[in-house]
């Protein structure tokens, strides 16, 4: 092997080197960077693909669909009807920031005869309700109600000491002028420690047989915490049926929530 032949090796052995070197600058932090939850893989304490374990967003596959427990219309004035549909979450320490909904409604002969749309959140585990007021149906009277989400939620996990935190106690309910013009009133308290704002107060009423024969709706633009504030709801018209046990849902957005 001639001394030149040796020379070329050598430097090309060095340009390996420098290469070799350089690429392991540019290389070795994607390889030994901390987990996170946005590099499009399941590595730390996630349980799926950025999801779960210490992430916020929760993995689709460990939670339930919200459940619609019922959807129905109440009138309110002729023409005008009160949408509600019942929902349960299931998903203890899970909520969603916003969600896309739709109610349908049709006349006794399945016709169809209108629709509402919006947007909601979804609070942690519990039984809630969402209203849709003074629905225009002209004429027609909407005996079937239909409520569907019309998009895929995406999960948030909250820690469990803030959704134990976060109570709002409901005080003794008094319902009165039925056969006139019914009013009911009651007082919401947030036993917590933080300022809960924009909190929506769902009313139902029921009667002997358990079927919700009305629901009525009011806000409250904030409760601080450890406030007592009180709420009315009114109808304008005397109910048809006999009013045996009354609910109310206060529900809020747990993402706006701030501490006192």
Known sequence: MTWA????IIYFL???CIIGIFGFWILYP?????????DNK???TETGVDCGGSCILACPFQVDNVAVLWARSFRVVPGKYNAVAYLEN???NNAVYKLHYKFRFADKDNIFIGNREGDTYIPTQGKFAILEPAIDVGNSIPVFTSFEFTEKPIWIQIPEEKVKELQILIGDISLSGEDTNP???TTLKNNSLFKIP????VAILYDSSGNAVNASSTFIDSISGGVTVPITFTWPEAFSQKIVAKEILPIFNIFSVKFN
């Open 5 to 8: 032949l040796k020379r070329q």
């Open 14 to 16: 060095i340009f390996i």
């Open 30 to 38: 994607h390889f030994t960077q901390a987990p996170t939850c946005k």
């Open 42 to 44: 399941q590595n730390g």
């Open 90 to 92: 299931k998903n203890k």
């Open 183 to 185: 009013s009911m009133s």
């Open 198 to 201: 924009s909190v929506k107060a």
